[in-house]
């Protein structure tokens, strides 16, 4: 980080060639989908997906750049979801679900 | 490749040394998590009980779909191109970016209406189904965030063109970035895995 300016100087990876990744990892989704062993493909196309969303807040959102306080407050959004996730788990699959 | 935020200087800072609008826009899609992944969660909760939705899901157009991720995907590229054209001062550049952005949007939209147009004429309708509940309620969501960015790109894009706030573009592109994101799992969740 420039002390002067706070701007964040970095050197990064070709945006292009990320989005060559993100299409790769696309069609790469697209057939496995086509699999006969669902549980696997499904398992398999999540983790391409978390590749791809990770590339995108990495190198494309520059989160990789930004001060450890940035990254806490993306982390504060996924505490409080993970905090509704496990409050709505009871109801939705043991009681509605029966 | 080598970039630098040449307009952050001229920002004003919160006590954390980043940008205030930086951050705010942060803390905008820190919420924007909650919104849109506990519509994700409860889907996939209920989904566990509710096997029969993958019958539902079937009748999804996954070549759009599919077509839709390429668009938004593109779209990311052109906006951070455009963040980048802005941080070596070519403005003009990143005009022509923030246009294919926004144009790239527009395309996105149309291909949903598609979409929307053909499931309705074919019955499935929002209360045909919980399976279509969510569907409609994720996907429209995530259009109206479309929309609102499209507007949002258009706007800034006028203020750089004046030479004004031209910082802001950044702000953009990370909100633009963080729809792009939501397609990227809203894709698989209703396309390919249900």
Known sequence: MDPKSGANSHRHPSYIAIWVVLIVALFASVGLALLHQRRLAAILIFVLA????????????????????????????????????????????????? | MTTASATAATEPKAATGVP????????????????????????VLFHLRHPEWSEDARHTISGAGAANTVVLLTSSLTMVLAHAAVARGMLERAGRYLSLTASLGGIFMVVKAFEYIHELTDGYTPV??????????????HALHVLGGIVAINVIGGMMRAGKNVHRVEY???????????????????????
């Open chain 1, 50 to 98: 978390t590749i791809k969303a990770f590339l995108v807040i990495a190198y494309y959102m520059h989160l990789k750049w930004e001060p450890r306080f940035v990254a806490l407050v993306v982390a504060a959004g996924f505490l409080a979801l993970a905090i509704l996730f496990f409050g709505l788990m009871p109801d939705i699959v043991h009681v509605y679900g029966r």
């Open chain 2, 20 to 43: 205030t609008g930086r951050l705010a826009i942060w803390w905008f899609l820190a919420s924007e998590i909650v919104i849109f992944g506990g519509l994700i969660v409860t889907y």
């Open chain 2, 128 to 141: 045909k189904s919980l399976f279509w509940s969510f569907y409609y309620a994720r996907t429209g969501l």
């Open chain 2, 172 to 194: 953009v592109g990370i909100y633009w970035h963080f729809v792009d994101i939501v397609w990227i799992f809203l894709f698989p969740l209703l396309y390919l895995t249900s």
